[in-house]
């Protein structure tokens, strides 16, 4: 009997469920491609000291949220639980900060301890995007841009995009003073997790989902308010741009996110169709995390969409596999020799091909062939075997082609000039 189960908030990803993964993810790869933006990978465990620092002390991520250990040398060790601490690390450590222009992405599991449900789970995927030493607002927009047309290009409807600025460090300082004071005088009409947050980490209380809380917040000083010329000019051209852009936008003066490195900008897209968990996509300026840990002053920004939320928003177009193009049909100890061996000159071209060496009869591949929709079918039987040659037939509407041939097994350019002069057909049916 087997009593493992996996670990809550963890799943399996299953074969048919990845086809719309791969189709998903090769989509993603080709936008980012074709918007030269490079790939990193970077280990799944990092020093603890590194996301406490960087995503922040009072965080729920750090607080509450992180898988960390102890390793046999008593390190301190931790799980990621999102990807751009390491990226900031990376460019330090591998003195990548020599160059002014890094467009970098990543896609992989991040883990984070909360509580599982429909698009939240304790180990879940992330693509990131992070562009490191840009600083003009235009990046900003870029970064908008490209989260916005991957989610568009995968056919999802029903988006929204939220975005806020934070202003600089001494904007939030002065902002924060002010905010303090009146929760002074109104903490204990706040909800209790935002009293915990007092002390803590006083902006996230902005974000509070408590309806009483939210209601008492309208009478709070407003960030805007404390930002300066620069903060607002900047957050103003922004605006200007995505207007120029026709990309629609709300704004959301409460969105303050919940990992403690952003300035400036910030910005989320949620969509109507994905219930409680409604954020596919977070992000925002970090123009301080990379001098923050050691490195010198960088400007950066970024995003990441969670590519759980992605799957459930994505169309059903994507979970099509790749159809069968070859079936090999085969019988007999010789013909199942050849028939490996053929298969594998097939890998040459790209072609999908499929064959059975369980030794079921010929009906049974036929109708195996039938099902699998093959376009093609070779056949190897004894007769074949003993002659060393197989017959290959394309099924076409267009009879001329439909004609069965046959090929010697060592006439490896007859077969390929086959195939040449029937890939067309092949890629188009
Ligand atoms: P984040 O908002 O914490 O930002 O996460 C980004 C996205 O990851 C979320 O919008 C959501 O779609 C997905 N996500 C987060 N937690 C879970 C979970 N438990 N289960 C499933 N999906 C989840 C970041 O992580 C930043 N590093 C983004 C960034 C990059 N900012 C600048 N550069």
Redesign the pocket.
Known sequence: MNNFKNLRGTVDLLPEELIKWQNVEELIRQQLLRASIKEIRTPIIEMTELFVRVIGEGTD?VNKEMYTFLDKGERSCTLRP???ASVARAIINNRMSNKPFHKLWYMGP?F?Y?RPQT????Q?H?L???YIGYESSRSDVEIILLAWDILQKLGIKELNLEINTLGDASDRENYQKSFLKWLEKNSKELDLDSQKRVNKNPLRILDSKNIETQRLLEDAPKLFNFLSEKSVERYSSIKKELDFLKIPFKENFKLV???DYYSHTAF?ITSGALGA?A??????R?DNLINQIGGIQIPA??????M??LMILAGQDLENARNTDIFIVNRGDIAESFAMDLSRKLKNYDLVTELDLTGISFSKQFKKANKLRARVVIVIGDEEAMKKEFKIRLFSDNIEDNKEETISLDDNIKLRNWITKHLKTLKDI
């Open positions: 991520v999102e990807g751009t991040m984070r909360e698009g939240r789970q304790r879940f992330q990131g995007v992070e996110r919940g990992l989320e968990q954020t596919v996509c977070g992000g925002g970090y920004i970024g995003f990441a969409i969670g759980e939320r």
